[in-house]
């Protein structure tokens, strides 16, 4: 797509996301943060399609026999509908366009194309899913959508519960949701995440160091980005030193500080292998212990190295 075409189609997807999407949609929104907007003003869930329009099969039979003109009328009624299109042939898309899409797969954890993602107006996915091989008309793949509703609801009551617990209460509820969530979008619930340590700050729902270890890899990743390994190690030896793990947890601090310090190429193999001893001390009974052990011995052997 040209440039002054992709200044139109977003200029028509913004139009329609502020005018509320009112009327039934005749075709895919595909700037995502105009659908997002969407989604948000009109209370209606978000539903991401991706696919592969150019390349891939499944995707190309669902553009000819599901997503007709019924299948917008009918499923605009309950989605605002947004299309994120992985195209091979890259003259069909602007370049910027396309690689935002690429970004917005990685983000979903979009493992196959086809793939449907269902997300309620408050931003949390409820459904990710590839598109069954039944699914092959406008009727079964709205079918299919319907299949997530208890999924739905099962988020939306464990979010109530978390606006009105309190305390530790609150605490078990963040957990409760937490441990719903596909590993791929727990890092959008950093806020939530952060606050279960203070609310379990006594350790009777024995969360407090699950959580400090969580805040620990949100934190370390940061600094992991920025090329500050030595920092992103350095928050789990500091945790590992505390009191608040149990053994598990302990040996887990233990190996992810030793392991972000080797990386960092600046500390020297002692100290490497003396942050892994502690780690296998930690919790020798643990399926991991072995694997350290054979680290240490691997270490051991090693000649001595410069650091950096």
């Known amino acids: 797509m040209n440039k002054p075409m992709l200044v139109l189609a977003t200029a028509a997807a913004l139009a329609l996301s502020l005018t509320g999407c009112s009327k039934p949609q005749t075709a895919w929104i595909t700037d995502f943060e105009a659908a997002q907007t969407a989604s948000q003003k009109t209370k209606k869930d978000l539903l991401i399609a991706f696919t592969g329009s150019d390349w891939n099969d499944k995707s190309k039979e669902l553009v000819t026999d599901a997503f ?175 009191e608040t793990l149990d053994n598990a947890q302990k040996q887990q601090a233990w190996y992810m500080g030793a392991y972000m310090n080797a990386m960092s190429g600046t500390v020297d193999n002692v100290k490497i292998i003396e942050w892994l001893q502690k780690a296998y001390d930690a919790d020798p009974q643990n399926d991991g212990a072995p694997q350290i052990k054979a680290t240490i011995e691997q270490l051991k052997a090693e000649p001595p190295k410069e650091t950096k």
């Open 68 to 242: 007709t003109a019924d299948f917008f009328k009918k499923g605009s009624k309950k989605f605002v509908m947004c299309n994120v299109d992985i195209v091979q042939d890259e003259t069909k898309m602007d370049a910027d366009a396309l690689n935002a899409n690429y970004q917005l797969a990685t983000t979903y954890g979009v493992q196959s194309m086809p793939t449907f993602v269902l997300v309620t107006p408050e931003g949390d996915v409820y459904a990710s899913a590839a598109a069954p091989e039944d699914a092959k008309t406008a009727e079964t793949v709205l079918a299919f959508f319907d299949t997530f509703k208890d999924a739905r609801k099962k988020i939306v009551d464990m979010k109530k519960k978390i606006a009105s617990a309190k305390g530790v209460e609150k605490a078990k509820a963040i957990d409760e949701f937490v441990e719903s969530i596909d590993a791929y979008h727990r890092d959008r619930y950093s806020d939530l995440i952060r606050q279960v340590p203070d609310l379990d700050a006594d350790g009777s729902a024995g969360l407090k160091g699950k959580y400090q270890l969580q805040v620990a890899y949100i934190d370390a990743l940061q600094f992991y980005e920025q090329g500050k390994m030595t920092d992103a190690g350095d928050l789990f030896l500091k945790l590992a030193e505390g």
